[in-house]
């Protein structure tokens, strides 16, 4: 038994190496090193994602895809920050809730009642991976909206003895946030090879964000000779106001919260009190007798 299964785990040693040469995929560091770099990660990705990924991969030169939904998913792609083409990024969920799927083959051999949630948990992993992109480009809009009653308020300044929009982004960069900063690396970078209406223009189109909007809109009034100060001190206040409103829903959230520990304090006093008045009832019991 032993040597048999020592013979199939050879064998299939043997005919993975054999299979791999033919379909040139790359080394297990090669993989590491893009899955890596895709990810923007410090840590090296893991073993299991880089089979996957070699997988989708070679899944995506064969997987149909529109022009529109193409060019969407790439534009969020980029904006979120994944190195990856729209074909690999849809390839690597499917390629992913795969592999989950097939234990189901076991399932049914051993536990057939355990398919169904093996089944399911593979939608779940598929609806996750295909919804990635949008939630981490969700969270960074929101981290930048956070940022950017700061940043009026500090344009709203600057234009009183400047109006050099390039100058007034390089000098808020320095203590921008990094995921604003980042961006506002790109879109400096833009302006200075080409048009500074059309860098900001596509600035605001990577995010897609309301609040930025009202932002590049009073910007690009700057370029072209507005008088742009009412304007920003209006979206300043307008911005400090919806701060605060956020801010009171997010204290809003937190009473529940308390409330739980405070619930659970009060028991711990009611047991300390009823443990002593325990105590002196006894204590007065034995006296007694």
Not at 44 to 49: H, I, K, L, P
Not at 90 to 102: D, E, Q, R, S, T
Not at 234 to 246: I, N
Request: charged share 20%.
């Amino acid at each position: 038994m032993t040597t048999l299964l020592l013979f199939a785990a050879l064998f299939a040693t043997g005919l993975f190496f054999i299979l791999a040469d033919a379909l040139k995929l790359p080394t297990m560091g090669t993989a590491k090193a893009m899955l890596s770099y895709a990810k923007r990660k410090k840590k090296s990705a893991n073993t299991t994602e880089v089979w996957l990924m070699s997988l989708a991969v070679r899944l995506s030169g064969h997987l149909p895809m529109d022009e529109y939904k193409k060019s969407r998913m790439g534009n969020v792609l980029k904006a979120a920050g994944i190195s990856m083409t729209p074909e690999v990024y849809a390839a690597y969920a499917i390629v992913k809730a795969g592999a989950i799927l097939l234990g189901v083959i076991p399932c049914l051999l051993l536990l057939p009642l355990l398919a169904p949630i093996v089944f399911f948990l593979a939608l779940l992993v598929y609806f996750k991976e295909t919804g990635r992109a949008d939630g981490q480009l969700r969270e960074k809009r929101e981290q930048i909206e956070n940022e950017l009653p700061r940043f009026v308020a500090t344009v709203e300044q600057t234009l009183k003895s400047n109006r050099d929009v390039l100058a007034m982004l390089e000098t808020y960069k320095k203590n921008a946030g990094a995921d604003f900063a980042r961006e506002l690396d790109i879109v400096t970078a833009d302006m200075r090879s080409s048009s500074y209406e059309a860098a900001l223009t596509r600035f605001e189109a990577r995010l897609n964000s309301p609040m930025l909007s009202d932002v590049v809109r009073g910007l690009i009034g700057v370029l072209r000779g507005d008088d742009s100060t009412v304007y920003f001190q209006m979206l300043a206040h307008d911005f400090k106001a919806l701060e605060l409103q956020r801010l009171k829903s997010r204290a809003q959230k937190i009473p529940p919260k308390i409330r739980i520990f405070s619930f659970v304090m009060l028991m711990c006093f009611l047991f300390t009190y009823l443990t002593i008045i325990a105590y002196e009832i006894i204590k007065s019991l034995g006296q007694m007798f």
